[in-house]
C-alpha cells in the first residue's frame, strides 16, 4: 500500500463517518430509519446481549425515537433503502483524472445466486481492451446526513471501497483516496468498527481486520452506552426486586469524568487500543482501554474527532461541570440551534455578570457565532479535479471575530 495511504487509513473511516454523525439529518433521510440495521443474518455472540428489542417493551418511546438518530443509523446492511447513491444509467459512474478508469456502481446478480445485490466496478484500460474489478457492497457506514462509505468483504477481511457517496457531489473518491487509482485494498480495523457499530466479533489476526460473519451488530444500539442489558430485561420481566447494584448503566448519573470517557471513547479521536477493541465497558475509566495522544498545545486543532479536547478548552467547561450530555441528548435528533442555544442562556442570562457584552443583541442563535461550522482537513474528497471538505460543528466554546455580530443598536 502507498505510504499515504497507510498514514489516513486508521483516522479515515473513524473520520468520515463521525463527520456524519455529527450532520444534521434533512427530513428525507429519516425515510432511511425505515432501513434500520438488522441482525437476523448476523446475530451478535455476545451471550449477556439482549437487543434494542428487548428494550423497547418498556421504553418504546425512546427507543423509537433514538433510532432515527445519526448515532443509530451509523452503519447498516447495504441494500435500496440504506445506499444513497443511484444505480441507474446516467448516474452511475464516477469519472476520475484517469482517463482510462471509471467506476460503475450496479446493481446484478450476487455471485451466491441468491439475488440482486450492488456492487462497484472498476474499469481500466481502454475498449475493446478493458480489465474490470467488482466488488459487492455489504455495509454502509454513514447515517447519510451528509454522505456514506461503503465496506465490502473478502472471505472474513473487511475492506474500504474505492467509491463514496456525498449528498452534495454524488459518487466520489473515497475519503483520502488519489484520484486516478483503483484502490480496493484499504483494510477496515477494529477501532473503527468499535465507533461505528456495536459489537463486532474479531477472528485471530494476521491479518487485522478479520472478523465473523455472524457474530456482529450494526448501528449504535442501547447497549452500548447502558451495557449489556439481559439480566436487566429478564429481571423486568420476572417482576423481581431490583437487586443492591444496578443491571444496566445509567450515563446521566457517571461522574462527570466517566461521562466525558464515553463521548471521548469515539469523539476525542482515533488514539491507541490498549486492549482488544469492545473491551470497553460504559462507566470505566477510559485510558485503561484506549490512549489518547494529548494535543499539542502549540498545534491548531482539526474540527473533527476533537470534539471533546475542543470542548475542554472552553471557558464554558472549566468554569463549570458541563459535560456532553448537559446539551445533547443522544435518544433524539437535535437539530435545532434555537434549542440548543437555550442551554447557553441558562448561564449566560441578559443582563448579567454571566452575559459578557451588553451591547451583544441577546440571539436566538448563541451557536452559528461561538461554535462555528468549519472544514476539517483531515477529511478530503478527490472527485473531478476538485477537493470538498466537510463542515463540522467547533466545539472550542468562545469569541470568533469572523463571526461576532455587530453591536445591538443604542
Known amino acids: 500500500m502507498p505510504p499515504h495511504l497507510l498514514m489516513i487509513r486508521a483516522s479515515t473511516i473513524l473520520g468520515i463517518t463521525l463527520a456524519f454523525l455529527l450532520r444534521p439529518m434533512p427530513q428525507s433521510?429519516?425515510?432511511?430509519?425505515?432501513?434500520?440495521p438488522k441482525t437476523d443474518d448476523h446475530p451478535a455472540t455476545q451471550p449477556d446481549s439482549t437487543g434494542d428489542e428487548a428494550c423497547q417493551s418498556c421504553h418504546r418511546d425512546k427507543t423509537e425515537a433514538f433510532h432515527q438518530t445519526a448515532h443509530y443509523l451509523t452503519s447498516r446492511d447495504a441494500g435500496p433503502g440504506s445506499i444513497l447513491g443511484t444505480f441507474s444509467p446516467g448516474g452511475n459512474v464516477l469519472k476520475t483524472a484517469n482517463p482510462y478508469l471509471f467506476f460503475r456502481m450496479e446493481e446484478k446478480q450476487d455471485s451466491a445466486g441468491k439475488g440482486m445485490a450492488f456492487f462497484q466496478t472498476s474499469v481500466e484500460g481502454q475498449s475493446p481492451r478493458t480489465t474490470e474489478r467488482s466488488e459487492q457492497f455489504a455495509l454502509v457506514i454513514g447515517s447519510g446526513g451528509k454522505g456514506q462509505t461503503y465496506l465490502y468483504?473478502?472471505?472474513?477481511?473487511?475492506?474500504?471501497?474505492?467509491?463514496?457517496y456525498w449528498r452534495t457531489l454524488g459518487w466520489v473518491n473515497s475519503p483520502g483516496y488519489r484520484d486516478g487509482y483503483a484502490n480496493f485494498d484499504r483494510p477496515i480495523t477494529p477501532r473503527c468498527l468499535e465507533?461505528?457499530?456495536?459489537?463486532?466479533?474479531?477472528?485471530?489476526?494476521p491479518p487485522d481486520n478479520r472478523y465473523s460473519k455472524q457474530g456482529y451488530t450494526l448501528g449504535i444500539r442501547c447497549e452500548k452506552c447502558h451495557g449489556l442489558g439481559r439480566a436487566h430485561a429478564e429481571r423486568e420481566k420476572s417482576g423481581s426486586a431490583p437487586p443492591p447494584q444496578p443491571d444496566t448503566l445509567n450515563p446521566a448519573r457517571f461522574s462527570r469524568d466517566r461521562q466525558i470517557d464515553l463521548c471521548a471513547w469515539c469523539h476525542a479521536g482515533h488514539g491507541k487500543s490498549l486492549v482488544p477493541a469492545f473491551s470497553y465497558q460504559p462507566g470505566s475509566d477510559l485510558k485503561q482501554f484506549i490512549e489518547l495522544p494529548r494535543p499539542d498545545p502549540d498545534a491548531p486543532l482539526d474540527v473533527h474527532g476533537n470534539q471533546v479536547e475542543m470542548l475542554k478548552q472552553s471557558r464554558c467547561f472549566i468554569e463549570s461541570q458541563m459535560t456532553c450530555l448537559t446539551c445533547h441528548d443522544v435518544h433524539t435528533s437535535q437539530h435545532d440551534l434555537a434549542g440548543f442555544s437555550n442551554y447557553c442562556l441558562s448561564c449566560h442570562k441578559p443582563?448579567?455578570?454571566a452575559f459578557l457584552k451588553q451591547s451583544h443583541p441577546a440571539s436566538g442563535n448563541c451557536i452559528d457565532c461561538h461554535m462555528p461550522l468549519e472544514e476539517t482537513n483531515l477529511i478530503i474528497f478527490d472527485s473531478k479535479g476538485s477537493k470538498a471538505r466537510p463542515k463540522i460543528r467547533?466545539?472550542?466554546?468562545k469569541i470568533y471575530p469572523q463571526t461576532s455580530p455587530s453591536p445591538a443598536p443604542r
Open 195 to 205: 465507533c461505528h457499530a456495536t459489537y463486532f466479533k474479531t477472528l485471530p489476526p
Open 29 to 36: 433521510s429519516l425515510v432511511m430509519a425505515q432501513s434500520s
Open 394 to 397: 467547533n466545539h472550542w466554546i
Open 153 to 164: 468483504w473478502k472471505e472474513d477481511d473487511l475492506f474500504q471501497l474505492p467509491v463514496s
Open 351 to 353: 443582563d448579567s455578570p
